[in-house]
């Protein structure tokens, strides 16, 4: 009986962090994005190319990243961290040599880049990703 009272105790305190860490991704400003990128653009033109990455400053709330995950499909991820948005520190960066997306200057967590889940914490919630689709040689973000 101990047991299962110990255990239900702790299944309640997992599930009240998991919530609030999902409101924290909540507090991530609601910015609109309407943006239209050329990847011929010397800027860009690591999209090109698959496994590309680029970052689109001035979008959304901290910026955006961009990834060509295949020749007919990108992802645009919001770099504000999804641990604590409220902090100034929490943008992402992309570290280039193992494709991942890291909070390096305040949490630590790490994001999968092809699809912007959580690799580890201590965020639990997946990065903000907004609309991307190829029309041509040009990539169009929205929210």
């Not at 101990?2 to 702790?10: D, T």
């Not at 609109?32 to 050329?38: A, P």
Request: hydrophobic fraction near 40%.
């Amino acid at each position: 009986m101990r047991k299962s009272v110990f255990i239900i105790l702790m299944l309640i305190n997992i599930l009240a962090c998991s919530k609030d860490a999902q409101d924290n991704a909540v507090n991530i400003p609601y910015i609109e994005v309407n943006e239209r990128i050329d990847i011929n653009d010397p800027l860009y033109q690591n999209l090109n190319n698959i496994q590309g990455w680029a970052y689109l400053d001035g979008a959304g709330s901290r910026g955006i990243i961009l990834y060509r995950a295949s020749t007919d499909e990108v992802h645009a991820y919001e770099r504000q961290c999804t641990y604590d948005p409220t902090t100034v520190c929490s943008t992402t960066d992309v570290n280039p040599f193992v494709l991942q997306i890291n909070d390096n200057d305040c949490c630590g967590s790490i994001f999968n880049l092809s699809n912007g889940a959580v690799f580890q914490g201590p965020a639990i919630v997946p990065l903000k990703q907004y609309s991307a689709s190829l029309e041509g040689t040009y990539i169009v973000i929205v929210n």
